[in-house]
């Protein structure tokens, strides 16, 4: 048998992904600009052939000409130098926010299709790009563990928006959605589709019980004569949360109350946001507390069961794949254990996961068959990581109902996009602008064809076409699983152990200098580090000296970028998100004195390092930049300690 060393050929692949740090690939990118711009010239010529130019062969010698391409030069060549000044994020000198080069399927797909100027709101606008905003959706499913075979009925959907904010919005909207149909369909009267007794039981069924019933209310529907069908789906409509609004729909049933959103407290503010657009409220917003930097799961246990005793309904709970300031994992499994426990009490929510971040970090779990990877085998390949909580958080991902995730992240590709992902297709139809099955003949029924009327169902009118086309061709270019895609979240993860190893030596060398700590292992490849210089024990002092150091580190417009070393970015650890007990934990371990918290300064400051960049450890010229990295720290503590 022929043995193929995959890890090497991912490895290999790595070089022709990027443009690289030095430009590297500068003439693959020229090449692939340059083919796809006269293709595309090509394509319009062959149109209608026979029609002449309506542009005369003269006209680029005519004044008026000459002086339009002079002013859009000089308007160009202003912005070209004004974009000096962006933060070079394709650096591995740049570890600072979420943020990295772009990946060249990805770029020139995206530079390929702009030209076409596809609107990916239905396939008469888009006919390609929309099936590839589909298709991307179900390339992101697989990567998750949802089904991902459009044959069956359950399969999930997926589509992009501007980002994660957008992409959590949608995820509230559905829950919302479905939380309150069965709810409309007592109040409509509806026979013969066995509907809950009462509306707290209505209110209170799990997704798939929800969706099992939308099914047979569609059935049944689709058996009445076209004008009783009309009839019933407007009487059912009129008793609907998105018809009646929040206010009335509420007045209509008072036996209900408004339902609450749990989430950590280190939950992104778009989880606020969403509330308020939706008119539910900042006040529905519960923030649960954490261990570890991770959601506590008995905190939601416990706040579950008061709400269930209370007659206080959820809506969904949020875990977190990723935190956005620390990487941190939340147990995931715990939370679809609890929601799976509370529906068998008769408290129904959805599980939603904001793995904005940490999405792409699925590929690492992922065989090319979709099959999920033994922590025994991802091990194999690091010091400490995946420890089994991040494992177990990973393979629960599957029986989550609605995911996160942000291509413009660890997906390495252009803003904006994020993408919204639900485990069953089925309920998106409450989500539709038309119900497309209420009507003989109006509307394919088959997967593709309804979700290519994609501005029915998503939170956007127009939307780019060219981010899709970027997202599916790098996946199709970078297969999610561990052996391509994942060949570059697994350089970013070594790159983290590597940089917590550097960093543990870095308090060992430095103590007599300043006393630094990693407060929490990292879950993924963001690693933070604490300082406080050598002998000081207050609190506000410590957070000075941090910031100091971090004006060294951020870009700052008015100077020249060849003047920053590194560049990197700040956190806090804040009692809210810690607890008192866990911040006077990592306070002793700096030997700050906790009595020297105190308004102005209740929290620590802390370096936050986000490890995107695979050439961090450049095997090529035998550099680490982690080590050149904790070498200008050193230098730079000594100076300012």
Known sequence: MLFVDTDRIGREALDACFLGPYGENDALLEKLVVEFL???????????PEDPPAIPTRAAQQPGYQAFEARMRRELHTLSAALKKSVPFHSPRYIGHMASDLLLPGLAAQLLTLPYNPNNVSDDAAPVTVELEIRAGLQLARMLGYPDDTAREDC???????????ANYQALRLALALKAFPVALRAAGVPDIDAPQDDWQAFNLGNADTIALLVRWQRWLAALPIAQRRAWHAKVRA???????LADFFARHPALRPPRVLAPVT????????????????????????RGMRLDADALDAAL???????????TVVAVLGTTEYGTVDPIDRVVAARDAMQARGLGFSVHVDAAWGGYLATLFRNADGSLRTREAIGTEYAHFPQPEVHAAFAALGATDSVTVDPHKLGYL??????????????MALLAEEADYVFDGEGPSDYMGRFKRLGQFVPEGSKSGAAAAAVYVTHRVLPLDHAHFGQLP??????????????ERFADELGDVVHACVPFAPDSNLVCLALNPAGNRDVGQANAFVRRLYEELRCDPQRPLQVKEFFGSITTLRPEALGTTELHRIAARLQLDPASFNETDDRIVILRHTLMNPYLIDRENGISYIDRYFDYLAARVRVLA
């Open 414 to 427: 252009p803003y904006g996009a994020g993408a919204f992902i639900c485990r069953d297709n089925r309920g």
């Open 156 to 166: 999930a959907f997926g589509h992009l928006t501007s980002g994660g904010t957008v």
């Open 267 to 290: 939950a992104h503010y778009s989880w606020s946001k969403g509330l308020k657009l939706l008119g539910l409220g900042r006040a529905q917003l519960e923030l649960l507390p954490e």
């Open 239 to 245: 008793e609907r949360i998105e018809t009646l609004g």
């Open 490 to 503: 697994k350089q970013t993860v070594l790159a983290a152990e590597a940089f917590h190893a550097r960093a």
């Open 305 to 315: 069961e008061r709400h269930r005793r209370d007659g206080q309904p959820v809506l």
């Open 38 to 48: 006269r293709d595309h010239v090509y394509w319009r010529r062959n149109f209608h």
